[in-house]
């Protein structure tokens, strides 16, 4: 998605509740196959850095996801809960136990990817593999529960939509993945869950989850065909893939069967947005503030908004958004969004202001753990920013915060720095290819990607494909970037241009038509939008900024 979508929301409308059953075959069989895994990826590569990543890690990770059908039926924002052995009562395990494997593997790719540059081909399929062990184990699928000749039930709500959006969803996930276990055909138990893994990969960079989610939600309407909880769930899932017209199919599908469906009012306006209908998304979000105003509705009305150049109205109901906020999600959620778009603006401290007041509600909050470190780059706090980024991408290793990094090992240009900044690139390699191979179109990010950082005819290939699928400010302006650095400034012009036609104010696509009009003849226009860009934001980039700055001392000096 585009960098102001709305990933990392607070889940809703989330009923469930709580026991638990005795199916666990199925997870018995992941786990091998998760141990499969590993031991691939020990026996494939003798690296001594590979071999930090082998069999003690694995079989750590491993444990956390034998011990219960939970970790098949968990997940969320905060990451799985840690849960007790099947036949053993769930323990209240803290949700950040979990993924200490995960770190720890993390740390070893990166150390993987600096020792073998040389055979980055090779190295980059180990990288990808490792990557998917770290994030999920293995991937393990949905276990299975035994089918009863039970009709379909939902039961009262233990688990409630205000706990699943806070800081204490370890708790909520606990008490889902009880539930399940006793009331296996629960439909909406099992939407619950799906959306769950939705959440949980979004927000945690885990696409591994998403077939999970799949085969929750599958399940949900096997049990009640059309319930809308879960059609609204696989709205939310395709969005999650990027796949946007599935996304507003389903949408569209749940809203006839419940037309105040927050979920897919939400998933409806997200997915007209990415397919560039930018319209029918005000339409969209004009019709869900009708019927369901509230946070998830006032952060989509303000987007689109923004796109359309009204940043004071998309601040005033972000305002407003923060103030009817009452969760610590909430709270975090919509000051990050304010986060972005003082950014955007180039008001850092305002920007570092909301990112405080997010992490004040929720330290570990990734967006705003991000926004932060890029503000603190663009204020001269460099260290800080570093130090901040690797945290982030140490934990959860998404393309945006991986290039940004990198960007700033490039700018500082300290000894090793060139090394470590590849390492970062090759690790949005990584994170690609575990996406695509669990259904997420990453064309988008690695076009974004490539085009300055990997391979151009790549990045060039990617972007064309993207937009014959949309037609979006974004993808126009990735392919313009690509274009442009394949030596097709002419081509190149036109996209530019449609990047910036809405009104959307952005400083990176200001500074993309900049340079392609200075590529083009077109040296007044050019003047025009890189000053453009830098007054609006002159930090949005380290090595962006200094190439506005280098491109307009040229065309002045040719003047």
């Not at 593997?105 to 990557?131: D, I, N």
Request: proline share 4%.
């Amino acid at each position: 998605m585009s960098p102001r979508t709305n990933d990392g929301e607070p889940e809703r409308e989330l009923p469930a509740s709580g026991r638990r059953s005795e199916d666990t075959d199925a997870v018995t069989d992941a786990v091998t196959e998760t141990d499969a895994v590993a031991d691939s990826v020990t026996e494939t590569d003798a690296d001594a850095d590979a071999d930090s990543v082998t069999e003690t890690d694995a079989d750590a990770d491993a444990d956390s996801v034998t011990e219960t059908d939970a970790d098949a039926v968990a997940g969320q924002d905060t990451g799985a809960a840690g849960a007790a052995a099947p036949d053993e009562p769930v323990a209240d395990e803290p949700v950040a136990d979990v993924r200490v494997a995960a770190v720890r593997r993390f740390a070893a790719v990166r150390r993987f990817a600096a020792a073998g540059r040389r055979r980055r081909t090779v190295e980059l399929g180990a990288c990808a593999a490792m990557l998917a062990v770290a994030l999920t184990a293995g991937a393990i699928a949905v276990g299975a529960t035994q089918e009863t000749r039970n009709t379909p039930v939902v039961t009262a709500a233990a688990v409630t939509p205000g706990l699943l959006a806070s800081a204490a969803l370890g708790e909520g996930i606990t008490a889902l993945q009880a539930h399940l276990r006793a009331q296996p055909r629960d439909f909406g138990g099992w939407a619950t869950l799906g959306l769950a893994y939705v959440e949980q990969a979004r927000t945690n960079g885990d696409p591994s989850r998403y077939p999970q989610a799949e085969q929750a939600l599958e399940r949900s309407l096997a049990l009640r065909p059309d319930n809308d909880q879960a059609l609204a769930g696989r709205a939310a899932l395709a969005a999650a893939r990027h796949d946007f017209p599935n996304a507003l199919k389903y949408a569209d599908e749940a809203l006839k069967q419940n037309p105040y469906s927050e979920r897919a009012l939400c998933s409806r306006i997200d997915a007209l947005v990415e397919l560039g209908r930018y319209d029918d998304a005000a339409h969209a979000a004009d019709l869900a503030d009708e019927r369901r105003p509230g946070v998830p509705v006032f952060t989509r009305y303000a987007y689109v908004r923004e796109l359309r150049g009204d940043v004071t109205t998309a601040r005033r109901v972000l305002d407003q958004a923060l103030d009817s906020s009452t969760t610590p999600g909430d709270i975090a959620y919509v000051a990050t969004q304010i986060g972005q778009l003082a950014w955007n603006q180039g008001d850092y401290e305002d920007a570092l202001t909301h990112y405080a007041r997010a992490l004040a509600a929720d330290e570990n909050y990734l967006p705003a753990l991000e926004g932060r470190a890029r503000a603190q780059a663009a204020s001269g706090r460099r260290a800080e920013a570093l130090t901040g980024l690797e945290s982030v991408v140490a934990r959860f290793p998404l393309p945006g915060p991986l290039v940004e990094l990198g960007e700033l090992y490039e700018t500082r240009g300290a000894e090793g720095d060139r090394a470590r900044a590849d390492d970062q690139y090759t690790l949005v390699d990584a994170w690609t290819a575990l996406a695509r191979a669990n259904g997420v179109n990453a064309d988008l990010d690695t076009a974004l990607a490539a085009a300055d950082h990997g391979d151009r005819t790549a990045a060039l290939r990617a972007a064309r494909a993207e937009w014959d699928r949309r037609q979006t400010v974004h993808t126009a302006d990735a392919l313009a970037w690509a274009l442009h650095v394949n030596g097709k400034d002419a081509e190149a012009l036109p996209y530019a241009r449609r990047a910036t036609a809405t009104g959307y104010r952005n400083a990176s696509f200001l500074y993309h038509r900049g340079v392609i009009e200075q590529a083009t003849g077109h040296a007044k226009d050019a003047r025009t939008h890189l000053t453009a860009a830098l007054e609006l934001n002159p930090g949005f980039s380290p090595p962006g900024a200094r190439a506005a700055r280098t491109a307009l001392k040229a065309l002045e000096a040719a003047k």
